[in-house]
């Protein structure tokens, strides 16, 4: 592999472990899901083949695995804020080490049985910890999601702009050729003292710096 990311061990979990996906026909069955209602992403083969590769140069694409090797969800993260999401971060993010998560889905059958998502996010919290990262973010629907609640739950919160939420909006065709129009928030968790500090300083989070563990753990 080309980055240090997928050297990680596997992780036992209850329901099977968790590891790097270091096949594309594993990361296939997942992707997939997004062809599926509510999404109704038109993936092609050429689309899926380029975020894999993606992930193998700059960042990590997590599978959680049943013990038999089935694949049920996944995380996939970047080691960067995205240049189409810059302009709703304060200008000098530059200097922070960022983890982007940039898709988390479960598979149908798997769904509301197995902690498959939050399992795949405690695991990316934990990395970011030991690979000296600054803050972790999501995008997500403005209207609400799972995957809002359950990163709420995780210590995730808010991305804030000059006092206020900002909101992007994103539009795409659907497998059935139709326009799709969403809006589209953040969510954000920091990591590390530096930061924690950054973003409260320049009004990104709202929480402000309070030395615990998490932070010892990556000085």
Known sequence: MSNQLYDMKLIPMPYGYIKPIDKFEDFEKVI???KEPPFSEPLSLK???EEYNGYL???LALGYYT???EIMGYAGIMQEVE???KPFFNPNIGILNPFYIYGLA???GYRGKYMVCSSLVKVINDLAITNKIDFIYLRISAAGSKSEHLCLRLGYDNLYQNGSIPVQSCSFVRIDGKMETDERRFLIKP????GHIFLFET????QPYDKIAVYEKNE
């Open 83 to 85: 240049d189409i999401h």
């Open 191 to 194: 990591i590390s003292q530096k």
């Open 32 to 34: 997939d899901v997004f």
């Open 47 to 49: 689309d899926k083949l």
């Open 57 to 59: 140069k700059n960042g």
């Open 106 to 108: 479960t598979r149908s």
């Open 67 to 69: 013990a038999s090797g």
């Open 203 to 206: 009004g990104s989070i709202k």
